[in-house]
């Protein structure tokens, strides 16, 4: 033999005795240790002088390669692992050392490269942590969906209600396991949460009113304290709230005159009168049934006040954003794919315009492929000509007249009422969630899918596939039918035709993409005045206050999901986890990775920018962010990361058994799993052929096509198991994924499930077409101890000559397999998650937004481990001489014949992998319940023993030398490597591995305290954020402004620093009325700090330039609501005047810091429009809403806005009026 082939094997203890020590007996039976190598006690027997086996690696317990002789074999010599070894009874089983182990070539490079790792990411600033990326199985329930900081504090809406956290506590430790907090916030900072109410999807802060504003899925408007946020553990209870909409509240916002504004489905937005809502607020806690009442009744339905017999001026699609245009005193609402532009003042529609800045002059009216849009009672009249005839549809929440033709039908779905004529030769098909009409020819069938409905055209030798009753019919030609008798070619065209089917019905989902990718997704004001826009196609618009399209931005290609401006500065942030930071005019000043997942919101409280991904993590990122300050945090932390980090050591068992369509006994499963389980914490078992069959694969095929998989083998396998492991006492099943014959599943120790979860499944076929799932992988990923890991289960190409196949078959899978969630967590689309961020939950994720370009799911992960039935044979051996070596346990000569190690050596497949040395007879094939070696097949075809059954794993160290740290997070050793060749229940043996594994990681809690002591007490970053919070001196024209008979005075405002810009808001503290002897009337807070209606303010806000001057024109204009008035029906022709403060908030650029500027200003009025307001209010209050259809308004509640005049009167007079309706009456808002 060539010296080339010598063993190249290589170690630190080469004066060692070369000779296997003996070692001591385990729990493993003596039958066990008969059939297999690892634990076969022989006598040292002299071998060649030269091995076979190529590229051994040792561990010993600092993961070093040793340097031994050639002679390989039993001749190994490695160091005992500290730490391992322990059994469950915590004795220590000192006899289990490291395998040596097989490492495949073509690893480090490209795809196979581990993934890099450092304790601190080079390219992300430092950020702290306020609540570390919890595991998705404990947030069932309380997933966070938004989130919005006060100057104090950080709120959050979760699922089952609020949450608060003080940034008084923000770097205080976490309340650990079994603390106050539940599972998954055990290294959170300490946070106070409400009591359980609907999902929260939207948060407003009042700073006026010092509340905080929620809006619901189940249709309300609820309100906070601020001040509720204490030490009592006790949840913190809502205050004000009302029944808005029956339908999910999908935004709030407070325009500049205090008025709530609520957006929901159907393109209906409804204003809250701050009148209302601040006599509601004051009155007393036994009242709040009256306050509520009196909230509730008191909605402007702006889509009703815009819409004239059906017709509708503004878009039908849900309003998901809502944004208060402070400065010119302006509303925009944004729907999928147009804006509506409102006057916050009269509340009127200004324009209409769709996401290419266009504007839209024609109106939205109810037609024939859209659902009608209507109001709260939800009540409307169609006309039909004398060939319609009607039909009424109910759902939960709306009650529709559609007209419809004589050949017409009415679908009803949940949610959507869809009605389309057909002909003669149509019939409807209803769907979970969507309703279609599909035109087909005589000869068509129809195609339903569980989440979509497609038609396909299929020619007269097609028929149809039906998904969700499972039955496949393929169309067969006249050629094939003839052939009945052939059941393998009958096989073959059906597999092909039902993966073809599936395929055309896959692929007619891609055109929605294109439309879907223009939506606008969060919308933000700029400091400046500009108004920026995100959109579902990663493009960046910016809107002038006119609502006029300037220029875009395109920095990223995945989509965008929130918006965040402070400044000089707007943050976007990614669904791809990316967040950037822009200046005022767009360009790109810096950008990382803030999440592993899509950042969904994001707002500026404190010193920081906070970010929310969608799994629920929280990060703050300093306002000095991108700057001097990132450089020091950065180096001051990596010195104190002994301080937190941490070392964690566990085993994990995996196990694979192509079970060839069997049941295994309870006793087959004792013996393969029950002995080996003892000392583990994670098991993982792979199976193969749990069940087989062309039509069981086609349907399997079809079944994948809608997210659904698992059989009855397959659970009857997992209950099978989960009794073999004590599961409920000992285990907890985590999760699984089954693809046709495919299944692997995962269980862990009840001591370790608090550190093990976000399990993600995928599946890859690689049968026919790569459609089908005869062949093929699937896979679990998971994080443990915040490190990630996966598990694929494997099925490669058979028969002997068919390597490349397989090559290509491992490619495939490692390229292509994307992890998605497990279907059996909660679904975000209940919750509110964009549509954007759930695109990335379905089959193509990887393909629509991947982590890293070209970079595969697998290549991120720190610890790869594949398992399976790889159908790898022995070549350039006969049957007999095969059988010779395994009876004589010559198996280091097998091994040169081995399939996988020469192309691993080649570097073709399992690239960088690694494989403990075989020291078991090959696992295939066996004739069923033939026990022993004698068992091999010795059928007609005599099939060539072979080790097709194998465990492969990949873990963080780039060379073998590598200690576990956090640049090498995971490290492992292989402890057992053997198969069950007692187990004669399929013709696979069962083949089981064992892992040491280590792994190091960061204790958030702690790491939190120390990132607090550095940014607090840092004498540079102390000096650095001083000089940040420097706002530049302004000169302010005037402290009086005196106006009457609606004039306008001019503000001048000066910035005199001669480099710095400063930013203003202009404000109004509170209201009075002045008499003649200059005295002042009761104090009457402004919500929201919001101007009085008869006051203009323009602009509001903005930014002023290093030596420049902006004008701010204040414009009395003519009073249009009484209670903008002290008291207006006391006034007399010497009590005529009005009083505010306008408070001036000068900011700098990247500081929550404050310098304010009060001006005082007086308005006088005419006695007799206060006269006349007085008795006219109550008509005026709703303006121009009253167009509408009066049937609507009546079942609104506008019969109660006669009573109005009076209601505003305080106190007592509020409850009479109350008490003055009717029983009914009240019974309906109740």
């Known amino acids: 033999m060539d010296e080339s082939k010598h063993n190249n094997v ?64 039993s001749h190994l010599v490695s160091q005992k692992i500290e730490g391992i070894g322990l059994a469950a009874n915590g004795s220590d089983d000192s006899n289990e050392s490291p395998l040596p182990e097989f490492e495949g070539s073509g690893g480090g490079v490209g795809s196979f490269k581990v993934p890099a790792r450092a304790p601190l990411h080079p390219a992300r600033p430092t950020y702290l942590e306020l609540r570390p990326h919890p595991l998705k199985e404990t947030q069932v329930g309380k997933f966070l969906r938004t989130i919005a900081c006060t100057e104090t504090q950080l709120w959050a809406g979760q699922e089952s209600g609020v949450r608060v956290w003080n940034f008084s506590d923000q770097y205080e430790p976490g309340m650990g396991i079994g603390g106050r907090a539940r599972r998954g916030d055990e290294d959170a900072a ?44 006790s949840p ?125 002059n024609g109106v939205d009216m109810p037609s024939v492929p859209e659902q009608a849009v209507e109001d709260e009672s939800n009540i409307k009249a169609v006309s039909k000509s004398k060939k319609e005839k009607s039909q009424v549809v109910e759902d939960e929440s709306n009650i529709k007249s559609v007209s419809k033709s004589k050949k017409e039908k009415s679908v009803e779905d949940e949610s959507n009422v869809k009605s389309v004529s057909k002909s003669k030769k149509e019939k409807p098909v209803e769907d979970e969630s969507n309703v279609k009409y599909v035109s087909k020819s005589k000869k068509e069938k129809s195609v339903e899918d569980e989440s979509n409905v497609k038609s396909v055209s299929k020619s007269k030798k097609e028929k149809s596939v039906e998904d969700e009753s499972n039955v496949k019919i393929v169309a067969k030609s006249k050629k094939e039918k003839s052939q009945g008798g052939n059941f393998f070619q009958r096989s073959c065209n059906a597999i092909l035709g039902a993966a073809g089917a599936v395929r055309r019905v896959a692929t007619k989902g891609s055109g929605a993409f294109a439309e879907d990718s223009r939506k606008t997704e969060a919308l933000v004001l700029a400091s400046d005045g500009m108004i920026w826009s995100g959109c579902s196609n990663g493009l960046l618009v910016q809107w002038d206050g006119n609502g006029n399209r300037l220029q875009d931005f395109h920095h990223h290609p995945c989509a965008i999901l929130s918006l965040c401006a402070h400044g000089s500065l707007i943050w976007v942030g990614y669904v791809s986890g990316m967040v950037q930071v822009l200046d005022l005019e767009g360009n790109l000043l810096a950008d990382w990775v803030a999440h592993n997942g899509p950042v969904i919101k994001m707002s500026v409280g404190g010193d920081y920018v906070f970010s929310l991904a969608n799994h629920g993590g929280i990060r703050g990122w300093t306002l000095a962010t991108p700057g001097p300050i990132d450089n020091i945090l950065l180096s001051e932390r990596a010195e104190k990361r002994y301080l937190y980090t941490r070392q964690e050591n566990f085993r994990i068992l995996v196990g694979t058994w192509n079970v060839g369509e069997g049941k295994a006994s309870q006793e087959a499963l004792e013996t393969w799993l029950g002995s080996a389980i003892l000392d583990v914490a994670i098991v993982v078992i792979g199976l193969q052929e749990v069940e087989m069959g062309a039509g069981f694969l086609a349907m399997s095929a079809a079944k994948e096509t809608v997210g659904l998989e698992g059989t009855s083998s397959g659970q009857w396998w997992q209950d099978a198991i989960g009794k073999t492991l004590d599961e409920g006492s000992t285990f907890e099943r985590v999760g699984s994924r089954q693809l046709a014959g495919l299944l692997i599943a995962i269980w862990v120790r009840k001591t370790l499930r608090a550190h093990v979860g976000d399990l993600d499944v995928a599946a890859v076929a690689c049968g026919l077409g790569r459609a089908i799932g005869n062949k093929g992988g699937v896979g679990l990923r998971l994080r443990v101890f915040d490190r990630i890991m996966c598990f694929v289960n494997c099925h490669f190409a058979a028969h002997l000559e068919a390597v490349k196949r397989r090559n290509a078959d491992f490619d495939h899978i490692y390229r292509t397999m994307a992890f998605t969630r497990s279907s059996n967590l909660l679904n975000d689309a209940a919750a509110g998650v964009s549509s954007a961020a759930q ?232 209201q009075s009325a002045i008499n003649k002897d200059e005295q002042t009337s009761d104090y ?99 303006g121009s809403s009253h167009h509408r259809s009066n049937s609507t308004r009546r079942n609104e509640g506008s019969s109660h806005h006669r009573s109005n005049g009076s209601r505003r009167n305080e106190g007592s007079s509020l409850r009479s009026v109350f008490q003055q309706e009717s029983a009914s009456d009240m019974k309906k808002y109740e």
């Open 839 to 1070: 695109m990335l939950r379905g089959t193509d994720a990887a393909a629509i937004n991947p982590p890293d370009e070209g970079k595969p799911d697998l290549a991120e992960a720190d610890m790869v481990i594949f398992c399976g039935d790889l159908n790898y044979r022995l070549f350039g051996i006969s049957y007999d001489e095969a059988r010779d070596f395994v009876s004589q346990r010559c198996f280091e000569w097998l091994r040169e014949k081995d399939q996988l190690r020469a192309e691993m050596k080649a570097g073709k497949v399992f690239q960088g992998m690694r494989e403990a040395i075989i020291r078991f007879p090959p696992t295939y094939k066996f004739e069923k319940g033939k026990p022993g070696l004698g068992g091999y097949d010795s059928g007609e075809k005599k099939r060539i023993p072979a080790w097709c059954d194998r465990v492969l794993y990949r873990d963080s160290r780039s060379a073998p030398s590598m200690e576990c740290s956090l640049e090498c997070p995971v490290a492992a050793s292989i402890l057992q490597y053997d198969a069950c060749m007692e187990v004669t229940d399929s013709d696979h043996k069962p083949v089981r591995c064992k892992f040491n594994i280590e792994v190091s990681r960061v204790d958030r809690s702690v790491r939190r305290q120390e990132f607090g002591k550095i940014f607090q007490y840092n004498g540079k970053i102390r000096s650095l954020l001083e000089e940040l919070r420097y706002i530049p001196e302004v000169a302010v024209s005037t402290s009086q402004i005196f106006l009457k008979n609606q004039e306008t005075f001019s503000l001048i405002i000066t910035n005199r620093s001669r480099q710095d810009s400063v930013f203003f808001q202009i404000t109004c503290q509170d």
């Open 10 to 73: 290589h170690g630190s203890n080469q004066n060692l005795s070369i000779t296997e020590p003996a070692r001591e007996k385990v729990h493993y039976s003596n039958k066990l240790r008969t059939y297999t190598g690892t634990h076969h006690k022989r006598p040292h027997v002299q071998l060649r002088n030269r091995s076979l086996d190529d590229r051994v690696i040792h561990n010993n317990s600092y993961g070093l390669q040793e340097d031994l002789s050639d002679d390989e074999g």
């Open 1084 to 1182: 009457h807070p402004r919500g929201s700090f919001c101007f009085p209606r008869w006051l203009e303010v323009t602009p509001a806000s903005g930014m002023i330039k290093s030596g420049q001057d902006t004008e701010i024109l204040v414009r009395q204009e003519e009073l249009c609501n009484s209670e903008d008035t002290a008291d207006v029906s006391k006034w007399s022709e010497d009590t005529r005047e009005e009083e505010v403060i306008l408070m001036i908030n000068m900011k700098a650029s990247r500081s929550m810091e404050v310098r304010t500027h009060q001006v005082h200003l007086r308005c006088s009025f005419s006695a007799n429009a206060g006269f006349m307001l007085s008795r006219n209010s109550s008509s005026r209050n709703e």
């Open 190 to 233: 300490p946070f106070y949460e409400s009591v359980e109410t609907s999902p929260t999807l939207c948060l407003m802060v009042d700073y006026g009113n010092e509340l905080i504003w929620s809006g619901h899925k189940d249709g309300k408007i609820r309100s906070w304290r601020m001040d509720r946020a204490n030490s009592d553990d």
């Open 236 to 360: 913190f209870k809502e205050g004000l709230s009302w029944q808005a909409h029956r339908g999910p509240v999908l935004s709030l916002e407070i325009s500049s005159y205090g008025d709530i504004w609520s957006g929901f489905e159907g393109g209906i937005i409804k204003v809250w009168p701050r009148e209302a809502v601040q006599k509601s607020l004051s009155l007393l806690p036994e009242e709040t049934y009256l306050a509520s009442l009196l909230v509730e009744k008191s909605f402007v339905n702006l889509r009703s006040q815009v819409t004239v017999n059906g017709a509708c001026n503004i878009s039908s699609s849900d309003v998901k954003c809502l944004l208060s245009d402070h400065g010119r005193a302006k509303v925009w609402a944004s729907g999928s794919l147009s804006f509506s532009l409102w006057d916050a003042r009269t509340r009127e529609l200004l324009k209409v315009y769709n996401v290419d800045g266009q504007i839209e």
